[in-house]
């Protein structure tokens, strides 16, 4: 059963991947669904933070649908534009993946995971990117080649093979991720 969820994931997971890839508003509907799903394959492999992080996932998913969908300037709903992180954001968001960091280091310290710190380290980024990918800041693709090279690696530690490959792919299609989203942006 196990791996049918987990299979059921990186299916979801690709299908996300290629609407954030678009930056279509689809990949929001996809991040209500995945870590559903993935709550399970997280649980009984004693990920307890990725467990975790899939509850904020969740919320997240609903604010950046909110955010991706509405005009800032009223009237009828348009696309948010693909824009850099603001400079004076990068202390914050710098503050809150070194808080979250040790604190979900330290709860996992408490548990019976295998990799307390890893596993803390990975969540605690994916929170600053899921934030990033919410506002539309181009540099959250740097935020999850990060987070998917240090999570393929985990994952076949695990032994989370199909997870391990999914973001495999990740790392590599959030390279292109980067180059097409900033050339949406207008960038060369």
Not at 2 to 12: D, S
Not at 48 to 63: K, P, Q, T
Not at 121 to 126: E, R
């Amino acid at each position: 059963m196990e791996q049918i969820a987990e299979i059921a994931g990186t299916l979801i997971g690709i299908a996300y991947l290629y609407w954030e890839y678009k930056a279509d508003d689809k990949v929001w509907l996809a991040g209500m669904l995945m870590p559903a799903i993935s709550l399970v394959v997280y649980w009984q492999s004693g990920l307890y933070a990725d467990f975790g992080i899939n509850v904020y996932y969740l919320l997240v998913a609903v604010y950046g649908l909110y955010l991706w969908r509405r005009n800032p300037q009223g009237g009828p709903a348009e696309a948010l534009p693909i824009t850099h992180t603001p400079l004076a954001r990068c202390p914050l968001l710098l503050l809150a993946f070194l808080v979250s960091f040790l604190l979900i280091g330290w709860m996992l310290c408490r548990t019976d995971s295998t990799v307390p710190w890893w596993d803390a380290f990975t969540t605690a980024l994916s929170i600053v990117g899921m934030w990033m990918l919410a506002r539309k800041w181009l540099e959250q693709w740097w935020v999850w080649m990060l987070v998917d090279v240090v999570s393929c690696g985990l994952y076949i530690y695990k032994g989370i093979y199909f997870y391990a490959a999914l973001y495999g792919i990740y790392a590599v299609v959030a390279w292109f991720g980067y180059r097409k989203w900033k050339g949406l942006s207008g960038e060369r």
